[in-house]
Nanobody, 124 residues
Framework: QVQLVESGGGLVQAGGSLRLSCAAS????????MGWFRQAPGKEHEFVAA????????YAADSAKGRFTISRDNAKNTGYLQMNSLKPEDTAVYYC?????????????????WGQGTQVTVSS
């Protein structure tokens, strides 16, 4: 089992920045890939970004490229999502998730462990 706790969400004006954190405990976080997803009201979960077990490879959705950066610190069992140039359409609950594999995936079903989510609200 891996337990995940997100933090860092909040209310920010358009153009602002937030840094989300995902603290992991339980089984070895450093052996697993991690992803960030988001869910806006009335919409399905949307893939945002993912990172492999070592942090050497990352991938971001088109909506996040150039604005969001995913990273991890395995020594601290923590993952991050740095979000810059935020837009109102980025408003959603953001979830981190862990996949029991070295490589990342963009598919929600490939992730076994999920955090409770953190709300990000971007005002115009």
């Amino acid at each position: 089992q891996v337990q995940l706790v997100e933090s860092g969400g909040g209310l920010v004006q358009a153009g602002g920045s937030l840094r989300l954190s995902c603290a992991a405990s339980g089984r070895s976080f450093s052996n697993y890939a991690m992803g960030w997803f988001r869910q806006a009201p009335g919409k399905e979960h949307e893939f945002v970004a993912a990172i492999n077990w070592s942090g050497s490879r990352t991938y971001a959705a088109d909506s996040a490229k150039g604005r969001f950066t995913i990273s991890r610190d395995n020594a601290k069992n923590t993952g991050y999502l740095q979000m810059n140039s935020l837009k109102p359409e980025d408003t959603a609950v953001y979830y981190c998730a862990v996949r029991e594999a070295f490589s990342y995936s963009t598919g929600k079903a490939d992730y076994a462990y999920w955090g409770q989510g953190t709300q990000v609200t971007v005002s115009s």
